[in-house]
């Protein structure tokens, strides 16, 4: 049994394994495997969007034990949860969402009492567990029904067409549907899992192949998986896949997992891990987790990636046989810096994981692709950020500040480019100020500081200030840091994009817009970032005959690269072109990517003349193979299902 370490301003200076308290300077030591990270008891370390009361009794470790059932769309087992709790505390609090519970046993066969409190539309509800003295027991229960974390997909909805295939996504709050914990990524835990599933799939999860003797028999018609992880994580990084799975190797310490009819593809897109895991260490320290796999997940993956320890998950629209979209992987291996080592306690303070991981995703993919590569993404993400600034309702609307109060609204809210590319060009603007090199030794000390460790803005603040600034008054006002995080839009001091990195297409945008004709040979040696630079930037409407000479010299329908699709059936709709219907239908019962099918559909939505039939007629179809993240979204429009 570990005590329980909760992080106090009054005990912090005599805390080996603490973290930092809102304004206080001292730092951490690093975490080592099997250490309990703390949980830090600041106003703005309180997280509304768990039940938890974990500076009274908190998860520090969870085993799993659980039989998939594919055919059932149910996974049941055991989760044994390790306790860590004040003196006289015999009470646990942990997050439920629609859990199906049978009983809760001490481990030994006493019954434990346990209640499910008032259920929250968006939160599930409270799942309070009366543990007495004891700090070791086991849930015995089955995944929700309609799990919000699990996808089960028919054999039809996958690339091989032969088994079906089950996955999960837990970020932000999805976990507490198929795993009882405490679920909330200030609460960091270790976690081993047992999987059985039925003979011939292949079950792979978030952590390290736990090859240690199995001693349970094995029932007929079975195979079994264990995994486990030593390091203490958030619980959304707690990841399943189960499916007809094949590995293939890409150097000493990366490789991919796919269906065998994606590998072949995949492989070849992915050569480059290896050199990315590297040079993402000769930037921000050493690669702390092991093995850095990744799997690609059929179409209906919700996201483009997720950073789960150890096995990324990734969708396959990154898959266009050049390697012009594998800046996915490098920001999902920063992730393994920023957001994995160091986390926000709270989801209103995601940018410390996305903006972080967003600055470190261009300086890897400088690192290997060249500065004017990274420049243009740079350029690209200014556009999306003054775009986010629009759509939460300007500069002075609180949606577009770095820290946010998402008290009572979904978490999710926050994940908005505010948070990816305000957040990042934050981080720009500090490299300015005091030099790359100065920077960059900064943060290499910040992921050691705070490795394994919830984190929030005023501690980011509070360290930046102590390691970096260091009593400087100039390089403060300079910096304008509490503008940046807590105070709305972009400051004055933000860095603009280089004018040079898109000169080419600019003119381009400029002699279509005057009514010149497209130039393919042009488009045909311009690199996937550059013509999204043309494609979002001539104007948004325009007669049908200009779009129809865009889509003949470009083939737009036709478009391989999801990217480059999505933003021109997004000009499309805005213009009502009748020639994209075909491609628009295909493109959206072909993925389930939330970034390409919710601003499509929700964009013909609005338009009750073209669009909406359009939509109503595909959303039936398409509805299926959607992640429920993505139909929470899409179902309140009230398109046909």
Known sequence: MRNLIAVTAFALASCQQGALPQGNAAAPTTASAGDIAPILDAPDAVDP???????????????????????????????????????????????????????????????????VGAVDPKL?????????????????????????????????????????????????????SWIPTQDSPGIRQSWEARITVPAGFTAVMSGQKDDRADSAALPAGKARFAYRMQHPVPSYG???????????????????????????????????SEKMVSAAEQLYGPYKWGRYDVIVLPPSFPFGGMENPNLTFLTPTFIVGDKSLVSLVAHELAHSWSGNLATNATWG?????????????????????????????????IDSQDKAVTDAGGPTSKDTQLHQNLAGRHPDDGLTDIAYEKGAAFLRVIEAAVGRPAFDAYLKGWFDRHAFRPVTSSIFLADIRQHLIKG???????????????????????????????????????????????????WGHWTTDERLQFLTHVPRTFAPGRLAALNTA????????????????????????????????????????????????????????????????????????????????????????
Do not use: C
């Open 49 to 115: 969007h768990s039940f938890a009361k974990p500076l009274d009794a908190r998860v520090t470790h969870v085993a799993l034990d659980l039989d998939v059932d594919m055919a059932g769309k149910r996974i049941a087992g055991t989760a044994a949860l390790d306790v860590d709790a004040r003196p006289g505390v015999d009470t646990i609090i942990l997050d439920d969402k629609g859990l199906d519970i049978a009983s809760i046993d001490d481990g030994h066969g006493k019954a434990l009492p346990w209640q």
């Open 124 to 176: 599930g509800a409270p799942l309070t567990v009366r543990i007495g003295a004891a700090r070791h027991f086991v849930v015995h229960y089955k995944s929700a029904p309609d799990a919000g974390a699990l996808q089960w997909l028919t054999p039809a909805q996958t690339a091989g067409k032969k088994l079906p295939f089950l996955f999960s996504q837990g970020e932000s709050i999805e976990n507490r």
């Open 238 to 272: 707690i990841a399943i896949a189960v499916g007809d799975l094949a590995f293939r190797s890409l150097g000493a310490r990366t490789g991919v997992w796919a269906e065998p009819a994606t590998l072949p593809a995949a492989a070849t897109e992915l050569a480059d």
């Open 349 to 381: 303070d995601i940018w410390l994981n996305e903006g972080m991981t967003t600055y470190a995703e261009r300086r890897i993919v400088e690192q290997l692709y060249g500065r004017k590569v990274a420049s243009q993404q740079v350029a690209l993400g």
């Open 472 to 522: 400087d008054k100039a390089l403060e006002t300079k910096l304008m840091l509490d503008d940046w995080v807590y105070q709305p839009g972009i400051p004055a001091n933000a860095i603009p994009a280089d004018p040079a990195a898109f000169a080419d297409q600019n003119k381009a945008v400029a002699a279509f817009t005057a009514g010149g004709a497209p130039d393919p040979a042009a």
């Open 554 to 641: 470009f083939a737009l329908n036709d478009s391989p690269n999801s990217e480059v699709r999505f933003a021109w059936l997004d000009l499309a709709i805005a213009n009502r072109f009748d020639p994209a219907r075909p491609s628009i239908a295909q493109f959206l019962l072909a993925n389930g990517r939330g970034k390409f099918v919710k601003p499509l559909f929700k964009a013909m939505a609005k338009d009750s003349a073209w669009g909406r039939p359009i939509a109503n007629a595909l959303y039936p179809r398409a509805r299926p193979l959607y992640h429920p993240l993505v139909t929470r979204e899409l179902d309140p429009l009230g398109l046909s299902k």
